[in-house]
């Protein structure tokens, strides 16, 4: 049973930063950062393929949010920058086998909530 935990929400002001964490008790093949606003249907942030670090990022975030592994810490990243009133939701990390399938993979975090104001 994979375990993860997020971490590094808060409140700031937009155009500022902050990094989330998501520590993780085991990998697996793909690895995620979604995001849901108030109201809004859950989106996918970023996926990561585990064995070499590639990315995707969803356009919205693109140029502006970047994921590290930290494989030795069992931790995943997500630097935020330039943060925009449109970020502000819950964060969540999950992992999976297939990243098409995140969604329906049951191991999620129990999320972050970022405000940008």
């Known amino acids: 049973h994979v375990q993860l935990v997020e971490s590094g929400g808060g409140s700031v002001q937009a155009g500022g930063s902050l990094t989330l964490s998501c520590a993780y008790s085991d990998s697996m093949y793909c690895m995620g950062w979604y995001r849901q606003a108030p109201g809004k249907q859950r989106e996918r942030a970023s996926s990561t393929m585990y064995g070499d670090g590639t990315t995707n990022y969803a356009g919205s975030v693109q140029g502006r949010f970047t994921v590290s592994l930290d494989k030795g810490r069992n931790t995943m990243y997500l630097q935020m920058n330039n943060l925009k009133t449109e970020d502000t939701g819950t964060y969540y990390c999950?992992?999976?086998?297939?990243?098409?399938?995140?969604?329906?993979?049951?191991?999620w975090g129990q999320g972050t909530q970022v405000t940008v104001s």
């Open positions: 999950a992992v999976g086998l297939v990243c098409v399938l995140l969604p329906g993979s049951p191991y």
